[in-house]
């Protein structure tokens, strides 16, 4: 660059040779500080690119890897739950209950399971929606000890295992003409009667008769339900399909049967124990 260059009269430099207008651009030269922290920048950066991974092709010298470093602490992680799993695989519920530390970890390996496959139906903290319980509360279909709660994980209710649970099967009292409209009208207003909402006191009498009748069996007297066979208690405000009168109507008149499928085979024997004592944890188990 610095060719044929003169130099400046005032300060002695030489000049680029450029000029503007009679002003010259003087070639001052860069401090020497600067340029040795350049190339020393510059030096550093072949030697990293010599030592470690820095382009695609060129693996380093040292042989060091990230994934190494992030393999061992996976492989530590995995080791750490392994000893947990193994252990829940080993105990029962009722022993992993006892054990605070493995009754956290079983919860928290629960509750990514129970987002994972059972939230869909039962929503996320098994706060429950029309047609699928809330697992939250203190009202069981069937039970909400852990032991309950582990068959019906287990093997589902209405579903195709062998094992599930099978409860004789409300009639569809309107569907097949086992009632008329009338009693079924009736019937409805002594349900509503049951859990004190506004009803028709008349046909709540008239209704008491059909439901001592038809619906006793599997309801118990007063509605109080009954968990050997899954029947909900009728006589709170907790309702599965609606409370309304058109709900309970449309239930009498054509039946429901909720089915939860049995996870015996589809999940493994911890999952199902941590799944368990999650859904025990909730708030409602006893
Ligand atoms: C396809 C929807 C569906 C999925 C998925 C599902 N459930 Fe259910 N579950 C139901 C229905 C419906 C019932 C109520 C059945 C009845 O009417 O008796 C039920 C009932 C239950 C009950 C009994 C509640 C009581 O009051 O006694 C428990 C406990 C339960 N489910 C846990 C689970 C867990 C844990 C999972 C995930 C592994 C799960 N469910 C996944 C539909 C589902
Ligand atoms: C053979 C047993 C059986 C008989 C008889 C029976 N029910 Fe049911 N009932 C059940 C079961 C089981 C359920 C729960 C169905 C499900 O979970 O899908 C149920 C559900 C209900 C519900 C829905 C409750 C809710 O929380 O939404 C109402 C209401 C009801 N029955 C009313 C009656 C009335 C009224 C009669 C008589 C006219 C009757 N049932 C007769 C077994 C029976």
Redesign the pocket.
């Given at each position: 660059m610095a060719v044929d260059t003169e130099r400046d009269a005032f300060t002695g430099r030489q000049t680029t040779g450029h000029e503007w207008d009679g002003i010259k651009e003087l070639n001052t030269p860069l401090p020497t500080w600067w340029l040795y922290t350049f190339y020393a920048t510059i030096a550093f950066a072949i030697v990293w690119c010599v030592l470690y991974p820095s382009l695609p092709w060129l693996k380093g010298t040292l042989g060091y890897t990230e994934r190494k470093g992030v393999a061992a602490t996976l492989e530590k992680a995995a080791a750490g739950q392994k000893t947990y799993l193994d252990r829940i695989l080993k105990s029962s519920v009722e022993e992993i209950r006892k054990d605070q530390q493995l009754l956290a970890f079983a919860r928290a390996g629960?509750r990514i399971?129970?987002n994972n496959?059972?939230?869909?139906?039962?929503q996320s903290g098994?706060a429950g929606t029309l047609?699928?319980?809330?697992?939250a509360d203190d009202?069981?279909?069937?039970?909400?000890t852990a032991a309950?709660?582990e068959q019906?994980?287990r093997y589902?209710?209405?579903s195709e295992h062998d094992k599930s649970?099978n409860?004789p099967q409300m009639p569809r009292f309107g569907v097949e003409g086992v009632l008329t409209a009338g009693q079924i009208d009736d019937v409805v207003e002594y349900v509503l009667s049951l859990s004190k909402a506004p009803h028709d006191a008349a046909r709540a009498a008239r209704g008491a008769t059909v439901f001592a009748k038809e619906c006793v069996t599997c309801h118990k007297e007063g509605g109080v339900g009954n968990?050997e066979m899954?029947a909900?208690a009728l006589n709170d405000a907790i309702w599965?399909y609606g409370g309304d009168r058109a709900a309970i109507r449309a239930t009498v008149f054509s039946a429901?049967?909720?089915?939860?499928?049995a996870?015996q085979d589809?999940?493994d024997d911890a999952t199902?124990k941590m799944?368990?004592l999650?859904?025990h944890s909730l708030g409602g188990g006893k």
């Amino acid at each position: 660059m610095a060719v044929d260059t003169e130099r400046d009269a005032f300060t002695g430099r030489q000049t680029t040779g450029h000029e503007w207008d009679g002003i010259k651009e003087l070639n001052t030269p860069l401090p020497t500080w600067w340029l040795y922290t350049f190339y020393a920048t510059i030096a550093f950066a072949i030697v990293w690119c010599v030592l470690y991974p820095s382009l695609p092709w060129l693996k380093g010298t040292l042989g060091y890897t990230e994934r190494k470093g992030v393999a061992a602490t996976l492989e530590k992680a995995a080791a750490g739950q392994k000893t947990y799993l193994d252990r829940i695989l080993k105990s029962s519920v009722e022993e992993i209950r006892k054990d605070q530390q493995l009754l956290a970890f079983a919860r928290a390996g629960g509750r990514i399971a129970f987002n994972n496959n059972c939230a869909p139906c039962h929503q996320s903290g098994g706060a429950g929606t029309l047609g699928y319980p809330n697992l939250a509360d203190d009202d069981w279909l069937w039970g909400g000890t852990a032991a309950d709660i582990e068959q019906t994980i287990r093997y589902g209710i209405r579903s195709e295992h062998d094992k599930s649970r099978n409860p004789p099967q409300m009639p569809r009292f309107g569907v097949e003409g086992v009632l008329t409209a009338g009693q079924i009208d009736d019937v409805v207003e002594y349900v509503l009667s049951l859990s004190k909402a506004p009803h028709d006191a008349a046909r709540a009498a008239r209704g008491a008769t059909v439901f001592a009748k038809e619906c006793v069996t599997c309801h118990k007297e007063g509605g109080v339900g009954n968990r050997e066979m899954g029947a909900p208690a009728l006589n709170d405000a907790i309702w599965l399909y609606g409370g309304d009168r058109a709900a309970i109507r449309a239930t009498v008149f054509s039946a429901r049967s909720g089915v939860m499928p049995a996870w015996q085979d589809r999940l493994d024997d911890a999952t199902i124990k941590m799944l368990t004592l999650y859904v025990h944890s909730l708030g409602g188990g006893k």
